[in-house]
Structures are given as structure tokens and as C-alpha cells.
């Protein structure tokens, strides 16, 4: 009778740390065992027809799938240096797509959430006023105001290097300018290829349709290269912290008191986050209702309407808060998810896949490097952290505001989202502009 006794009181604590072992096991914020009764549910409505192709189904799979990835690309040895997480994220529903491995159903959902619920300018403006309306005042300003010039210097160095290494390897100047390194700094796919493409149109005389596979490789690309150094930006900044401002772009002087601000947890006040979605949304409508009349943007109106509000300090501090914790909730937990259904719908393997050649990758890696390169040691001239700069500037060859999410998420520097959507939307309109001009002269 005894020996039963101890034979199961020794049973139990092994049964006990199993289990616990089983439950400390996370994707995402779930314990793997119900990840996995969460993801069953998913997949047998997917299979059976019954997932709705609404934002509840929509989120339900990027979701269950961007946890996933995340977490394999955050464990992952020497991947997760070079933003794993992002890269999974973003080109594994690519390549599911690309081979007709994921499902009509779940396809279906991703679509709706993604182009007909808008998620990804719904990310992008809770990040930007969140991030603004919840940052110093002297950081933004300065932030704002010592931008442009290592954006700038970027763009001249940028296209005389790479337009240097495409007459090395004996491709047409005008061809890699035009068709390599315009698609990549020029803004993204949405702001900047697709209009291009429409100026291209117009200039040379031949359909639209023609140009747009033309433009998008170059931009998949650099959109990778970027991925990649952003990651690697994040490890050197790790190894060597005197070149990091840990998510703080310009040296002001009281930078530890800055960064225990911004690291500061403030109780969360779960009304103020519903204010705090209200007005990211206002805030987004208000840019939409300016740009035809002022000729910029709706998201960089935004961006600087949100900075002169933080800066007037025009909104109560607990609406400010509220901007924030909205900001906090939606970085930390739908950043993946939003890559998922990007890499689903906005990122084309094929156009990838098209454009490997040895001479067309080097181009592309010498246009991202260059860019990332200059941002670094221009911001260490400028008393900007270097690392912060390089990623900011570096955004510039992203994919827009995909790319930004990508970059941003790669260096675990979101909260640099206002400063990266300046750089991109206004660097990348500006090359397009330039490019136009150009094209005219020399066509």
C-alpha cells in the first residue's frame, strides 16, 4: 500500500512539470496547447467552407498565422539577426499563394480584411498619431527638423553608386536608373510604382501594363535588402549600444531621462484607447479631405497635423494616452498578422523569382546599401543616433507603408513609424517627381 502511494505521489510533479513545460510553450501570447485548438477551429472552417470572408475570418487567419511566423522567426539562430520575424511574415504567405497552397476560403477572408476593411492604413494611422501623440515634444521637433538631411544626401550618393556598379557590370544607365533604382526609393508600390508607372505611360506611349512588372521586382527586392540590414542594424546596435538610442533618433542631451519616459508603463484606461482609435481615424480622414486641395499626401498630412497637435499640446493628456495605448495594443499584437496578409496580396513571388539575375540583385543591393550607409555615418555627423538614422533613412527603400511595417518590425523600432513615413512618402514622391522630369528630357 505504501509503495502504491509513493509510486503515484512521485507520478504527479512529472505529469505537473510536463504539462507546465507544454504551457510555457507560447505563440504569441498563447500557450501552444490552445494555439492549437484555436488554429483546428480555423482550419476546419477554412476547409469546410464555413469561414466567414469578413474581418472576422480575415483576422482569425492572419492572425493564427502571423503569431506563428513571428515566433518561428524570433527563435530562430541567425535569422532572427537579420529580422526573421518579418521576413517569414512577409514572403512565406507569398510563397503559399504563389504555389496555390493556401486555401480559397482563408484567401477569401485575407482579401476582405486587408483591401476591403483597409487594414493596413488602419495600422498605419493608429501607429503614427499613437507614436506621436505619445512621444516627447523636443524628440518629435528635432526629429522632424534634422530628417531631411541625411535623406537627401542618401538619395545623391545612393543613385550615383548604384548607377556606377549598373555601368561596371555593363547594364544601360538609363535603363537601371529608370526600371531599378527609381522603383525602389520612389515611395513603395502604391504611392510609387503604380503612378510611375501611369508617367511612364504617358511619356514613352505604351499601355500602363507594360511597365508595372517592369517596377516591381527592383521594389520586392529592395524591400528585402531592407528587411535584412534593418535586422542587422538591430544586432550591431545591440553589440556596440553607443551608436543606439534604443528607438530615440536625435541626441538631446537627457536622453536616459527620455527613454525611462517613454519606457514608463502608464495605466492603461481601456475608454481612453476607444478616444484613442477616434481620433487616429479623424486624424487619417482629415489628411484624405486636405490632399486635393493642397496637392501632399493624406498620411503625410496626417503625420504633421498629428506632430502640431503634439506639439500645441492642443488634445488633453489622457486623450494623448489613450493615442498611445491604442498604439501599444495594435504594434504589439497585429504586426506579424498585418505582414501576413501583405505578403498574401501585396507581395508577388513570381515578380521576385523573375528578376534573379546576378547583375540585377547586385544593383538592387547596392542601391539599399548605399542608402543605409550614408543615413548612418550623415546621422552621426548630424548628433543623431546612427543606428536610428540608418533604419529611418532606410525605409526610403521599402515598399511604402508595407515596407515601413516590415523595416520598422525587423529592428523591434516602431515606434520610429512617424519619422519612416516622412522619409518614405515624401523621399519616394520626390524621386518620382524627379524621375519624371528626367524621363521627359531624356527620352
Not at 502608464?266 to 486636405?290: Q, R, S, W, Y
Not at 506639439?311 to 495594435?330: D, T
Amino acid at each position: 500500500m505504501n509503495g502504491s502511494n509513493v509510486n503515484v505521489s512521485d507520478a504527479t510533479p512529472e505529469k505537473s512539470n510536463f504539462w507546465d513545460k507544454v504551457m510555457s510553450i507560447k505563440v504569441g501570447p498563447l500557450p501552444l496547447p490552445l494555439y492549437l485548438i484555436l488554429l483546428a477551429v480555423i482550419l476546419t472552417a477554412s476547409v469546410l467552407g464555413k469561414l466567414p470572408a469578413d474581418m472576422i475570418g480575415g483576422f482569425a487567419v492572419i492572425i493564427v498565422m502571423g503569431w506563428l511566423l513571428g515566433e518561428v522567426g524570433i527563435k530562430t539562430p541567425i535569422l532572427r539577426n537579420i529580422g526573421g520575424p518579418a521576413i517569414l511574415s512577409l514572403f512565406v504567405p507569398s510563397i503559399l499563394v504563389f504555389y496555390k497552397l493556401l486555401n480559397p476560403n482563408a484567401l477569401n477572408a485575407i482579401t476582405a480584411v486587408m483591401k476591403t476593411a483597409n487594414f493596413l492604413y488602419l495600422y498605419i494611422a493608429c501607429l503614427v498619431c499613437g507614436s506621436i501623440l505619445g512621444m516627447n515634444r523636443k524628440m518629435l521637433i528635432q526629429g522632424f527638423m534634422r530628417l531631411f538631411i541625411p535623406l537627401l544626401v542618401g538619395e545623391i550618393v545612393t543613385i550615383s553608386v548604384a548607377i556606377s556598379v549598373a555601368a561596371l557590370l555593363g547594364f544601360d544607365v538609363k535603363n537601371a536608373f529608370f526600371f531599378i533604382i527609381v522603383p525602389i526609393i520612389g515611395g513603395g508600390i502604391g504611392e510609387g510604382a503604380l503612378p510611375y508607372s501611369m508617367a511612364l505611360s504617358d511619356i514613352l506611349g505604351q499601355p500602363q501594363a507594360t511597365f508595372i512588372p517592369k517596377l516591381i521586382p527592383a521594389a520586392m527586392i529592395g524591400n528585402l535588402f531592407a528587411i535584412i540590414c534593418s535586422g542587422g542594424m538591430k544586432f550591431f546596435g545591440d553589440k556596440y549600444p553607443k551608436y543606439s538610442g534604443n528607438g530615440l533618433l536625435v541626441k538631446t542631451g537627457d536622453d536616459a531621462a527620455l527613454l525611462a519616459e517613454a519606457n514608463k508603463e502608464k495605466p492603461i484606461e481601456f475608454p481612453l484607447m476607444g478616444a484613442g482609435l477616434l481620433i487616429a481615424c479623424t486624424f487619417f480622414i482629415f489628411g484624405l479631405v486636405l490632399s486635393p486641395f493642397i496637392g501632399i499626401p493624406g498620411p503625410i498630412i496626417m503625420i504633421f497635423f498629428a506632430a502640431i497637435v503634439k506639439y500645441f499640446n492642443v488634445l488633453p493628456e489622457n486623450m494623448q494616452k489613450g493615442a498611445y495605448h491604442l498604439y501599444r495594443f495594435v504594434a504589439s499584437n497585429l504586426t506579424w498578422p498585418l505582414l501576413v496578409g501583405l505578403g498574401v496580396l501585396y507581395t508577388s513571388w513570381a515578380d521576385v523569382l523573375r528578376a534573379f539575375s546576378p547583375g540585377y540583385i547586385a544593383i538592387c543591393l547596392s542601391v539599399v546599401l548605399s542608402m543605409w550607409t550614408t543615413g548612418f555615418f550623415v546621422g552621426k555627423f548630424l548628433n543623431m543616433y546612427p543606428v536610428e538614422t540608418a533604419i529611418v533613412t532606410g525605409c526610403h527603400t521599402g515598399l511604402g507603408g508595407t515596407g515601413d511595417v516590415a523595416i520598422l518590425s525587423a529592428s523591434n523600432r516602431i515606434g520610429l513609424m512617424p519619422f519612416a513615413q516622412a522619409a518614405t512618402r515624401l523621399g519616394g514622391a520626390w524621386m518620382i517627381v524627379l524621375a519624371t522630369i528626367l524621363l521627359k528630357i531624356f527620352q
